[in-house]
């Protein structure tokens, strides 16, 4: 009778491939839409969400936040809310659950989150990640919605056309002296420089300017990280 020898033991099954989760966020009450879209893995945190965001949409985090999720608030400690220490994984979110984040409670900053889709990670590509998004990040500390829209259309209030015909102006001034060798008026030089300033100022009430490299290089230096705790 053929000797029997012991069967071969099994490897081990490969680590099961991370669950990877792709949300749509975006700035609520704004038109032309802020947004950003986002793939983290399922086992991040709120927390850890919460500094994604951050990075993603261009804030700074000086400010309380707080997640709702069917009726449950998680967030900063001072606002009372429950901890934000929880996977993203037993959140039981489904492929269309939205749910709401906001920014600068005094603001506040209201984003809706939707969850687009549920996938196994890529290889060789790291998460967190932004795939896409639109929009200038409005400036901190701006006065919310309301005070964002009007710093936005600063660009057409009469003082800033003003500005344009000074700067017009003395760009017409300037062709003819050089024609005629007359000097350049001190005083006109000093006009334009206080148009010029003025208007470095409007361009930053546009907000900061959405860069999806420039995201995905904070990202892939945990940035996030740094920021998810970060409070003044």
Known sequence: MPKRTPSEPKAPDPSPTPKILQFKVWLIGLSPMIWRRVQVPASMTLRELHGVLQVAMGWESIHLFQFTLRAQRFGSLEVAARSPDVPLS???????????????????????????????????????????????????DCGGVPGFLARREAWTTPETRQDFAVLADFVDQLALKRSTGALIDAEEVEQVREALERFEVRQGWQGKPFSREDVNERLSKTKYLDLMHQQW
């Open 90 to 140: 037993e959140l039981r979110l489904r492929v269309g659950t939205r749910f709401r984040y906001e920014y600068d409670l005094n603001g506040p900053w209201e984003h809706e989150l939707r969850l687009e889709s549920q996938h196994e990670a890529a290889r060789g590509r790291s998460y967190p990640i932004c795939l896409d998004g639109d929009g200038s990040c409005p400036p901190e």
